[in-house]
């Protein structure tokens, strides 16, 4: 039967689709319990009672189904709570629904180009911190954009890019590439470099104002599965 | 009227746009190229990348520091600087303004706070330098400039406007603008 570590386990594959970060290690998971039938429980909680619907629908619709992927397990049940649209998400996200289940009329669609948009943005942004590495090791610019992926090193960015590059059906084996997947030159690194550093920079920062919300909101950093 | 300060803040409608998005500034820039002008109030904060990349490609696109100043620079000072590098770098000092977002704070301290401010160390080295120029410019002459307020003589600079990033460069991730 599931048990607690393995709903969490899986939850733990649930990212922020803005900061591109585990849900779990985000403490944004305020509760899960499992009942000796197997029927699962899920609390979530953000930064703000006003975070953005988009976000928040995505977390909690994506909770839902990795929970339900889960082997032998029972009812499922994920609520979001303290949020100015809870309601909306939480009925929607408990139906099977979808955004526009959720938000009739306020929506011209479903939330797929958001989340490629956005993950395009965190793909930039990792490349960005492994490229900064390479070259603060002495690397040139020639060597860094022969680089195949393969030849990343083994650490939490590569592999994230590789399952970002997944994601986006990015197949070039060129270790950097731009948004939309072309390779780049050493003649373009440094420009390449240059925009991916800004993404980089508004997504470091915009999740340390999230942390630092959150903190104020429910207190400080506890293990969410003490 | 033709210049159009900009506060952005998050979406109403509709909901499956990224709620900081500011695509529709670029719109309407494009479309009214030669009659307005747009200052952005707080630079697109929390979507600095999307502003940046737009109000280089939009020749009427102004940056405005309202809440940047007051903000950050002395709560965030490291964020600030590197915020103040990347407007430099591609927006460019001739279209960045000062701003103060009096009401919520007194302009008297970040003006002065602007005049006294570089970069913290040389961590920011390949950014564009701030100099007294830039100073000026950015708390001033810009302004003067776009609402067409004479200056006078002993207080116009000499040289030539320097030159931001290219509209070319300014790819953002999206794709598009």
Redesign the interface.
């Known amino acids: 039967m599931t048990d607690r570590a393995h709903v969490l386990d899986a939850l733990g594959t649930v990212y922020d689709p803005e900061l591109d970060e585990p849900i779990t290690s985000l403490r944004f998971v305020s509760a899960c319990d499992v009942s000796a039938e197997g029927d699962v429980d899920v609390r979530l909680r953000l930064p703000t009672p006003?975070c953005?619907?988009?976000?928040a629908f995505l977390m909690a619709a994506d909770a839902r189904d990795a929970v339900r992927r889960l082997p032998e397990v029972g009812g499922v049940t994920v609520v979001l709570e303290d949020h100015y649209t809870g309601d909306e998400i939480n009925a929607a996200v408990g139906g099977g629904g979808g955004?526009g289940d959720a938000?009739p009329g306020?929506?011209?669609?479903?939330?797929d180009?958001?989340r490629e948009?956005?993950r395009?943005?965190a793909l930039?942004a990792r490349q960005a911190r492994l490229c900064e590495a390479l070259l603060a090791a002495g690397e040139t610019a020639q060597a860094v954009t022969a680089r195949r992926l393969a030849e990343l090193p083994d650490d939490p960015d590569a592999r994230r890019c590789v399952a970002l590059r997944e994601q986006l059906g990015i197949v070039s084996d060129a270790a950097f590439v731009r948004?939309?997947g072309d390779t780049i030159t050493a003649e373009d690194l440094g420009?390449w470099l240059?925009?991916a550093r800004?993404?980089r920079?508004?997504l470091e920062?915009?999740g340390?104002?999230c942390r630092s919300l959150l903190a104020a909101r429910y207190g400080d950093p506890e293990e969410v599965a003490a | 009227m033709k210049n159009i300060h900009v506060h952005k803040g998050p979406t109403i409608w509709p909901l499956d746009k990224d709620a900081f998005d500011v695509s529709d500034v670029d719109k309407v820039a494009t479309r009214y190229r030669d009659e307005l002008n747009f200052i952005v109030e707080h630079v697109g904060l929390p979507r600095i990348e999307d502003f940046c990349f737009m109000a280089t490609q939009e020749p009427n696109v102004y940056a405005g520091l309202a809440v940047v100043t007051g903000g950050l620079m002395h709560a965030r000072p490291r964020f600030f600087a590197k915020v103040m590098g990347e407007l430099l770098f591609w927006v460019g000092e001739d279209k960045m303004l000062f701003g103060a977002d009096y009401a919520i704070w007194e302009p008297k301290w970040q003006v002065e706070g602007l005049v006294d401010w570089d970069y913290p160390d040389e961590t920011f080295s390949d950014f564009p330098a701030f100099t007294t120029e830039s100073k000026k410019k950015i708390l001033g002459l810009n302004a003067a400039k776009l609402y067409d307020v004479d200056v006078p003589e002993e207080l116009r600079l000499p040289v030539p406007d320097s030159e931001p990033a290219k509209q070319e460069d300014a790819v953002g991730v999206g794709g598009g603008a």
């Open positions: 006003q953005a619907p988009n976000f955004f938000f306020d929506t011209e669609g479903e939330l180009a958001l948009l956005f395009r943005k930039v948004p939309d420009l240059r925009r800004l993404v920079t508004s920062a915009n340390g104002i």
